[in-house]
């Protein structure tokens, strides 16, 4: 999550990819007189403290503040401001001072929250998916073509998951529009690559890294030797139907990328996010996927002041891209936890640093952005229709299922191969397993869905997607991790819903019809 987390995010093996931000907060009057946490005036007035480790920070204004006024506040501390967004309220900035973020929570009139995105230093230069791509051979690649019948791209035979969620009849009545874009949140996309480049908008696309948005042309591409899961996701949401490799969910909208990862880790941080949902926001995009969990916390725990910050932060930026008309999507992880229990054990967090293992409630200890509210939570299926052995799951968390791959789940493809076959960097083509599959099949058939319905609204949308979901009760067995059929005890139903699948299982044919 930060990563791409189990299942979702970064393109190293995971770690494993519900606040509404209140605004009405307290006046500001006093702000730019409040003692920067000292008492005495002359403490305050004194030079900032500038040995620590340089870190990165996201400040969370009051209702009533100003950006002006915060800005002021930021440098006093000894901080260097990085972007602002007037319209949610959040500053991005960095600091030296090991006592900034002290400083400035103490000026209450002006601030809510304030946190650092990170335990680690800021390096000059992660996603979630489940094990590390396969590249497709030379001869599956031949024995999926001579088994292709007409209307089929070449690679299409090896697609079950298309199969899985009627997208190939949902093609043949409409493929999407070209007046819907669907907005990568990601490691960036190889827009070069044919399968990709009919359909790709540069107009939408950007660099987030560091927070603020790079758009130079070709700035959204993957590190030379950076990941490959963007491309993948973004292949598997648009792939063209133009006869070569595969197809997409809607091969007939746009997608844009937005890279959010850092070079070298793959790490997703805040201040990055929160620049891609913003420019999502202020660009025009109707979806965004986002197969990730934020770094560097697995769970963020409002109990501390820094993890509290992060949540209020993303929590603005994604509202506000509702408000704008944005749908966002998010693969539930990779880690095989139930998102709706009272007790998960996280020892992967700080992934930037050395984890210490704690014991979270996910109640008040979110996964973000998946268990921000608005958001589409999404779980993985295999080609079985069970849930994938390594997807989180919860009862009420779900909102709906998509094929993410299960090797276990072997289907009968030309391939025989279980995970979801996609555009990969350089013009090829992989196979990757992972909630982070998962979700840009629920964000293809909300492009479809849009396509269908130009004015629906972001809740509008997720409520259609709910709504035609293919219902799947909760199975006697599923998979585990090593590939042994056990008792599905930890899936649980009520209200129609399961645990494992949510409302159902997204259905491309209907969201057309």
Not at 340 to 364: E, F, M, W
Not at 403 to 432: C, E, H, M
């Given at each position: 999550m930060a990563h791409l987390g189990p299942g979702r995010r970064r393109i190293a093996v995971p770690v494993g990819l519900a606040l509404t931000a209140s605004l009405a907060f307290l006046p500001s009057v006093a702000a730019s007189a409040a003692p920067l946490g000292n008492t005495a005036g002359t403490a305050a007035a004194a030079k900032p403290d500038t040995t620590g480790p340089k870190l990165s920070y996201v400040a969370n204004l009051t209702t009533y503040a100003s950006v002006k006024a915060a800005k002021k506040a930021v440098e006093r501390a000894g901080g260097t401001v990085v972007t602002s967004y007037e319209q949610i309220g959040v500053v991005v900035a960095h600091s030296q001072n090991p006592d900034f973020a002290k400083q400035l929570r103490a000026q209450r009139g002006l601030f809510v929250s304030v946190g650092a995105t990170r335990t680690a230093p800021l390096q000059t230069v992660a996603t979630t998916e489940e094990g590390t791509t396969q590249k497709l051979s030379a001869a599956d690649a031949a024995k999926a073509a001579a088994s292709a019948t007409d209307g089929q791209e070449p690679l299409e035979p090896n697609q079950w998951d298309l199969r899985a969620i009627r997208a190939d009849q949902a093609h043949k009545i409409n493929d999407g529009s070209r007046n819907v874009t669907v907005g990568v949140i990601d490691t960036g996309v190889d827009d070069t690559h044919p399968d990709l480049a009919p359909n790709f908008s540069k107009g939408q696309s950007a660099n987030c890294v560091g927070g603020v948005a790079d758009t130079t042309d070709g700035a959204w591409r993957p590190y030379p030797d950076g990941s490959d899961h963007g491309t993948h996701v973004a292949g598997t949401i648009a792939a063209a139907r133009n006869g070569i490799g595969v197809a997409g969910v809607a091969p007939g909208v746009q997608v844009a990328a937005i890279k959010v990862s850092e070079p070298g880790t793959s790490l997703f941080f805040t201040e990055a996010v929160v620049c891609g949902f913003m420019f999502a926001a202020e660009k025009g995009i109707e979806v965004t996927n986002n197969s990730y969990y934020v770094d560097p916390w697995l769970y963020n725990c409002k109990a501390d002041d820094d993890q509290k910050a992060l949540v209020e932060a993303l929590g603005r930026a994604t509202k506000?891209?509702?408000?704008?008309?944005?749908?966002?999507?998010?693969?539930?992880?990779?880690?095989?936890?139930?998102?709706?229990?009272?007790?998960?054990?996280?020892?992967?967090?700080?992934?930037?640093?050395?984890?210490?293992?704690?014991?979270?409630?996910?109640?008040?200890?979110?996964?973000?952005?998946?268990?921000?509210?608005?958001?589409?939570?999404?779980?993985?299926?295999?080609?079985?229709?069970?849930?994938?052995?390594?997807?989180?799951?919860?009862?009420?968390?779900?909102?709906?299922?998509?094929?993410?791959?299960?090797?276990?789940?072997?289907?009968?493809?030309?391939?025989?191969?279980?995970?979801?076959?996609?555009?990969?960097?350089?013009?090829?083509?992989?196979?990757?397993?992972?909630?982070?599959?998962?979700?840009?099949?629920?964000?293809?058939?909300?492009?479809?869905?849009?396509?269908?319905?130009?004015?629906?609204?972001?809740?509008?949308?997720?409520?259609?997607?709910?709504?035609q979901a293919t219902k799947a009760a909760c199975p006697e067995k599923v998979y585990d991790a090593t590939g042994a059929l056990v008792d599905a005890t930890t899936c649980q139903s009520k209200w129609g819903q399961t645990g494992y699948y949510g409302y159902g299982v997204v259905d491309a044919l209907k969201a057309v019809k």
């Open positions: 506000y891209a509702e408000r704008k008309g944005v749908l966002s999507v998010a693969s539930a992880g990779n880690s095989n936890h139930d998102l709706a229990s009272n007790a998960i054990l996280d020892d992967t967090s700080p992934d930037d640093g050395t984890p210490v293992p704690r014991t979270i409630d996910p109640h008040v200890c979110l996964d973000i952005p998946t268990q921000l509210p608005g958001v589409v939570t999404v779980s993985a299926t295999g080609d079985k229709g069970f849930k994938a052995y390594y997807s989180s799951f919860g009862l009420g968390v779900v909102d709906v299922a998509a094929p993410g791959g299960d090797k276990w789940q072997v289907p009968a493809t030309p391939d025989a191969n279980g995970r979801v076959l996609s555009t990969v960097p350089g013009g090829g083509y992989g196979y990757k397993q992972g909630t982070s599959m998962a979700g840009p099949h629920v964000a293809g058939v909300a492009a479809l869905l849009k396509s269908a319905h130009p004015k629906a609204t972001p809740s509008q949308l997720q409520a259609m997607l709910k709504a």
